[in-house]
């Protein structure tokens, strides 16, 4: 069966320091792969998509990034944090014909 | 991408059944509608999904009308577990979450 897995799972950074959240999914192939982000209290916003390796489409331009080095691996990076950076991060796979997305255990970001 | 209206907040008693109706007036013809669930500090977890037509599970009742630009997620005999916020999610490649609805149910 497929599972998804992201890590750390809370963390505390400070103002300026970089960022690196993982995830990846096994189970499966090729799989469509995203990140989103919901503040506390808010709905889900679509961060970044990406369909195979190296091929990453952003939604909200803003102070991060994502890249897939491997077919199954996802990562969300930012060079340097902001306050508005603080939230709950998940990451989703979904198979490549598929309808359905399948959601990880999320990541508690908290910017200070 | 199709925007999605839901009803921001729905309250119901234990027993109840429970319709929440989501608006997405600009679907794609090749999109599904899926329905997720979320409790706090926890990621989506799939509920139903349907295309047209009327689907059920072992959870869940799904209404969508020929026109497509709504569905209606129907939640029969809730229970105090049933608490949590609902998201239609309209969609195939790229799928967009609105507010979601938050269902409280009360004793």
């Known amino acids: 069966s497929q599972t998804i897995h992201q890590w750390p799972a809370t963390l505390v950074q400070p103002v300026g320091s970089p960022l690196s959240l993982e995830c990846t999914v096994e189970g499966t192939s090729n799989p469509n792969l995203y990140w989103y982000r919901q503040a506390a209290g808010r709905g889900l916003q679509l961060l970044f998509y990406s369909v195979g390796i190296g091929q990453i489409s952003s939604e909200v331009p803003q102070n991060l990034s994502a890249s897939r080095p491997q077919d199954r691996q996802f990562i969300l990076s930012s060079k340097k944090l902001l306050l508005s950076d603080s939230g709950f991060y998940l990451c989703a796979w979904r198979a490549g014909g598929g309808n359905t997305i399948y959601f990880g255990e999320g990541s508690w970001l908290t910017v200070v | 991408l199709a925007k999605t209206t839901q009803p921001i907040s729905m309250d119901s008693y234990e027993g109840q059944e429970v319709n929440i109706t989501c608006s997405h007036n600009?679907?794609?013809?090749?999109?599904?509608i899926t329905w997720y669930q979320q409790f706090p500090s926890q990621g989506p977890r799939f509920i139903i999904q349907?295309?047209?037509t009327k689907v059920t599970n072992e959870v869940a009742s799904l209404f969508i009308p020929a026109d497509r630009k709504s569905s209606t997620l129907s939640l029969p005999r809730v229970s105090l577990s049933d608490t949590a916020v609902y998201y239609c999610s309209p969609g195939a490649q790229k799928l967009v979450f609105g507010q979601g609805t938050r269902l409280t149910i009360n004793p």
């Open positions: 349907g295309y047209k």
């Open positions: 600009n679907i794609a013809t090749n999109d599904y």
